[in-house]
């Protein structure tokens, strides 16, 4: 009857191994896959403890046996780990897992001895073969095991009901109530001496209820939903909904912009009445009905914008759920306003003083860009600096007459050179200042500004200006820190691939830039001297080997222009 009891037990093991199995996701939980699998073997070792029929095979049923007091204890231990968001390092798993083997590895080597049992008898008891065992000197290594194991455990479980995590409430009541059915059933059989123990049905219940509640727990961590790279993105918040609104994660940095969240329980809807259910439940039902995707909202003085996405953790891609990217556009919003601005203004003008406009856009750009610079003395009057390199070189293309371009390409291309730089605007001065010192996420972020300069460009003059006239301006703000051998950024463009109105700007940036750092150890005119070697050097490899001839040809009337500005 148990025997029986036990195989099916054993069958419904593997079938929830089975059921996870053809269940499963993009990113394995290997802790759950290893409890999956241990389950069956310590069930098998129960129900072939009930048909044996010598000693040493129960001896050797038992090896089967103890892998959940040693092996599955220690996964469950990581388990819980890994549940609250502790990383350990690979050498503590190590030796955690190590322990457990090492415990095992001693009882396999005393099966053919009295050193961890003394003796063994089998009883019929007409329900199965029943196994009494009396323990050896060596069976206090098991004890002590059992009692450090279950301290370590027990103690990561207060640890966890204490603290506030982005962890399920609903987990952790699983994993508690789980762990103490299982050590009250442990300790009262070991107390009483039965015959035949219940901890496989718990086993398998455990085993059943950890599968069901697999999609919900993983759902529950913020960087399985978004890409570490999206994570690592300072200034960025995100968080997570299921199709339902129940909340279930997010990262430190919502905080920020919905101080509510700080407040917020796992699993459970958001206030109505708050300002976070007004944004993302909004943004919610806008994203079903007609599918939008961005909103933004105010906070104090901070004008945020959050975009909508649906996730999911299936192989099958069935939606699971929608993540919320926000980030703070205040500064980006003024830019916008104070350009649109000015635009409509001039845009009422236009029919009377198109020549008037004109003039005065490319001077409001300039004075754009002068404020920019100005934040940095040693950056100061840059932009005009460059935009006047590019008005020699232009100058020079023109006179040759070989670049296949027309008049009105670099008509456009010198109205639109001061805007190239615009999205500096939005990274911080002390990363600008820093320059070759910048850390990695510095760099990016640095970096990040040729995205934003084209993107102002777009949202600044499309519908007010020629497409022409803005396509020029966007490549020379996206593309003009592309380099000719294709280790340049933000696309890493090669040779040709790089519009050719940016290849002239990346010259005369570069140029300018190398000026302002030579001039620091040396005069003037030596500067010029070392730049223009130094241009000549990388024509080929950092810019485009055409301009070469062109940049040659230039060289007096740059040092002419440098010495007058100088004076």
């Not at 090492?102 to 049992?117: D, R, S």
């Not at 320059?435 to 040729?450: D, F, K, M, N």
Request: glycine residues 6%.
């Amino acid at each position: 009857m148990i025997s029986i009891a036990y195989a099916i037990l054993l069958v419904i093991s593997i079938l929830i191994a089975i059921f996870v199995a053809q269940h499963t996701h993009e990113n394995i939980d290997i802790h759950h896959w290893t409890i999956t699998i241990i389950v069956p073997l310590v069930i098998l070792g129960y129900w072939l403890k009930t048909r044996v029929m010598t000693t040493s095979a129960a001896m050797i049923t038992f090896c089967y046996i103890y892998l959940d007091s040693t092996l599955m204890l220690s996964v469950i231990f990581c388990a819980l780990l890994y549940f609250m968001r502790v990383r350990i390092k690979p050498w503590m798993k190590m030796a955690i897992y190590g322990t457990a083997f090492a415990h095992m590895f001693v009882f396999w080597l005393c099966i053919n001895n009295k050193l961890y049992y003394k003796s063994i008898r089998l009883i019929d008891t007409g329900m199965g073969i029943a196994t009494k065992m009396e323990g050896g000197p060596l069976k206090v290594i098991h004890w002590i095991y059992i009692v450090v194991i279950l301290l370590a455990i027990a103690s990561v479980i207060l640890i966890a009901w204490i603290r506030r995590g982005t962890y399920s409430r609903r987990t952790l009541i699983i994993y508690t109530v789980l762990l103490s059915v299982g050590l009250f059933i442990y300790i009262v059989e070991s107390l009483i001496d039965v015959d035949f123990s219940m901890l496989p049905v718990l086993y398998v219940v455990a085993d059943a209820i950890i599968a069901i509640n697999y999609d919900r727990d993983h759902m529950h961590d913020i960087s399985r939903l978004v890409s570490r790279q999206q994570e690592q993105h300072s200034g960025r918040a995100y968080i997570a909904i299921d199709l339902s609104g129940h909340f279930l994660s997010c990262n430190r940095k919502a905080y920020d912009f919905l101080p509510e969240l700080e407040l917020q329980i796992v699993d459970a809807k958001l206030p109505e009445k708050g300002e976070t259910a007004q944004v993302l439940y909004g943004l919610q039902r806008d994203f079903a009905d007609n599918k939008t995707l961005l909103r933004q909202f105010q906070v104090g003085d901070k004008v945020c914008q959050c975009e909508i996405s649906e996730f999911s953790l299936r192989v099958d891609g069935e939606v699971q759920g929608y993540i919320f990217d926000i980030r703070d556009v205040t500064e980006e919003q003024h830019v916008i306003k104070v350009m649109r601005d000015y635009n409509d203004a001039l845009n009422e003008e236009v029919n009377r003083q198109m020549k008037a406009m004109v003039n005065l856009q490319e001077k409001m750009v300039l004075g754009l860009a002068d404020m920019m610079d100005s934040r940095d003395r040693e950056q100061s009057g840059r932009a005009r600096r460059t935009n006047a390199l590019v008005h020699i070189l232009v100058g020079e293309i023109q006179r040759q007459g070989e670049s296949g371009k027309s008049l009105q390409f670099f008509k456009d291309m010198l109205r639109s050179t001061p805007m190239y730089d615009l999205g500096k605007i939005c990274v911080d001065q002390s990363v600008i200042s820093k320059g070759e010192a910048r850390t990695y996420e510095e760099q990016v972020l640095y970096e990040s500004h040729v995205v934003k300069s084209g993107d102002f460009v777009h949202r600044i003059l499309d519908g007010v200006e020629d497409p022409q006239y803005v396509q020029v301006a966007y490549h020379i703000a996206r593309n003009h820190h592309e380099r000719w051998d294709g280790r340049g950024y933000p696309d890493g463009l090669v040779g040709e691939m790089i519009p050719f109105e940016a290849r002239i700007v990346a010259l005369a940036d570069t140029f300018d830039e190398w000026v302002a750092e030579k001039k620091k150890d040396n005069t003037l005119k030596g500067a010029l001297l070392e730049v223009e070697a130094m241009v000549e050097e990388q024509m080929g490899s950092r810019f485009d080997p055409n301009l070469q001839e062109v940049f040659m040809a230039t060289k007096k009337e740059i040092e002419e222009y440098y010495m007058a500005q100088e004076r």
